[in-house]
């Protein structure tokens, strides 16, 4: 029977594995990691520190290092038990944490944001070394601390790498916007606000990179422009070439030199901009091909789930079975609340938002799009904001209705089932209405 623990079933299955060990014979390895080096520490659950400090860098003869200096302290303490824990740091540490797992050794993650409260609470809150860092996290692996590394099949290693792909495509596609924004501003004022969809309009493209200049625009009439665009491959009704020359002539420009430089820039920026999107439309493509690969496959029988949202969720989730049951999963993510009271005094609930980001933002997505188009979790949100839940309490307690089907969904592979969920709802809602009339008949009395 495994005994349950405040730190979860990963807590609760190391601690099983060395509370009937000596103390003396349980080994920990603290590694903070950088971006070409890092450094390791040896302790016992003592809280002993075995040996010096090791510098090695993250190269196979750096792990050798480090593994040699772990196989020598196993063999003086004659140890019966070794864990290392390496604390995550983008994706630096995953080469090395992969190489230590493929070697035979224990292996866990550990949240930055752990290892910074477990550092305040040795007092060195604001003392950041990489060796008081190894002794925070060798004070959290003591305690059994650390999440177990995903063993990912090749569908779902692919998925994941194509998502941070699209992620960084994506972010890059943002920043270049923001650029081609402010430079259309001082070579054409007034062009993109003809355009509600910005820069997602193929023909604000196409202008900004053909004719970015106001007093050429100004001199054309409405069929002029029409045939501009014609031929340059893009559509352009009357009105609106009629309100993009009405733009040109209302527009006050900057002096020449600055224009001009704006202008010329623009070419190069939105051929860059053109270059992203189709970085981004091959990534899209990738994962779309890779989905029914993989767990998350079964989420596009949910109304609202598109292949981006749930390669999005499945590569954030990873496998479901690695995770006790959905609240586990939704903790992992951050969205859990937080609850703070003293003296019989409550704090306002939040989500403590320690966890995994990329599932956080994931589920949150998957609750929005379920939400426009599945008609019970529509009404499911409207309910929450007719009761006067905030617009982000609403959209957080909708995705985490969303995020129990989906978990259920991916552990099971079976596909959604209106039925079966309509049957679900009423029968947890059947559940709900005695307690709810006690509950009044007790406060009546």
Not at 86 to 115: C, F, K, M, S, W
Not at 244 to 261: F, K, Q
Request: glycine share 8%.
């Amino acid at each position: 029977m495994m005994v349950n623990f405040v730190g979860g079933r990963a807590q609760a299955e190391y601690m099983a594995r060395v509370s009937d060990l000596p103390q003396g014979r349980c080994l920990v390895v603290a590694v903070d990691v950088g971006k070409h080096s890092a450094m390791g520490l040896i302790a016992d659950h003592c809280g002993q520190i075995i040996g010096a400090p090791i510098d090695f860098e993250l190269t196979l003869p750096g792990a050798g290092v480090l593994e040699l200096a772990i196989r020598s302290a196993v063999d003086d303490r004659d140890a019966a038990s070794v864990r290392v824990g390496i604390e995550a740091a983008g994706h630096y540490h995953r080469a090395l944490a992969a190489t230590l797992r493929e070697r035979g050794l224990d292996v866990v993650e550990l949240n930055p944001y752990q290892v910074k409260l477990a550092r305040g609470q040795m007092g060195q809150a604001r003392i950041k070394t990489d060796l008081r860092d190894c002794m925070a996290m060798a004070e959290l692996l003591v305690r059994g601390q650390g999440w177990p590394l995903r063993a990912e099949e090749t569908a779902m290693a692919e998925q994941r790498a194509w998502v941070a792909h699209r992620r960084r495509k994506l972010q890059a596609i943002k920043a270049l916007g923001a650029q081609i924004h402010a430079l259309a501003d001082t070579a054409f004022p007034g062009l993109t606000g003809c355009f509600t969809s910005g820069l997602e309009s193929p023909t604000l493209r196409m202008l900004l990179a053909t004719m970015p200049d106001p007093a050429r625009v100004a001199e054309l009439d409405v069929p002029a422009l029409v045939r501009h665009a014609a031929a340059h491959g893009r559509r352009m009704l009357r009105p609106k070439a009629a309100q993009v020359i009405a733009a040109a002539r209302d527009a006050m420009c900057v002096p020449e030199a600055p224009r001009a430089i704006a202008a010329r820039l623009l070419v190069s920026e939105r051929a860059q901009y053109e270059t992203l999107l189709e970085d981004l439309a091959i990534a899209d493509h990738e994962l779309a091909a890779l989905l029914p690969c993989t767990p998350a496959g079964v989420l596009l029988s949910v109304p609202g789930i598109g292949p981006v949202t749930a390669s999005y969720y499945g590569a954030a989730l990873g496998d479901p079975h690695r995770f006790k049951n959905a609240d586990a999963a939704w903790r992992y993510a951050g969205l859990a609340p937080t609850s703070y009271e003293s003296a019989g005094r409550r704090g306002p609930a939040r989500i403590s938002k320690i966890g995994s980001v990329e599932l956080r933002q994931a589920a949150i997505a998957l609750g929005a799009g379920v939400a426009q188009h599945h008609a019970d979790f529509t009404a499911y949100k409207q309910r929450l904001r007719e009761a006067g839940k905030r617009p982000m309490v609403a959209a957080i307690a909708t995705a985490h209705r969303v995020h129990r089907l989906a978990f259920a969904l991916m552990r099971s592979q079976q596909p959604y089932d209106t039925e079966r969920w309509n049957a679900a709802v009423s029968a947890g809602q059947e559940r709900s209405r005695p307690a709810t009339t006690t509950h009044r008949a007790a406060h009546t009395t």
